[in-house]
């Protein structure tokens, strides 16, 4: 697997006016999802567990009850990486 480069703060910033409803938080980006009902958050995070496999990545997901809070960071790299936002843009196409 390629190394993958720490974006800087200006391409993260440009990254994330391309991304609705995402934000950063420190070396995170973030967004959150509130749904009708817990049935329907879940079936959200099971497609959102389907696309981190398809990237072999790990974001983190918070649910309560019908709200989902994604955070995507690489570790790897210490931080925000294209890894994550193609990440968030294919988390965008399930909405």
Not at 5 to 20: F, M, N, P, V, W
Not at 32 to 38: A, I, S, T, Y
Not at 61 to 73: A, F, I, P, Q
Request: aromatic share 8%; no cysteine.
């Amino acid at each position: 697997m390629a190394v993958l480069r720490k974006l800087s703060t200006d391409e993260i910033s440009a990254a994330l006016r391309g991304l609705s409803d995402w934000s950063r938080d420190g070396d995170h980006i973030v967004r959150e999802v509130r749904f009708g009902d817990f049935d329907q958050a879940m079936v959200f995070v099971n497609r959102v567990a389907d696309v981190a496999r398809a990237h072999d990545h790990h974001p983190e997901l918070y649910n309560v009850y019908n709200r989902v809070t994604l955070r995507m960071t690489t570790h790897d790299a210490g931080g925000i990486t294209e890894r994550d936002i193609r990440f968030a843009v294919a988390v965008n196409a399930l909405l």
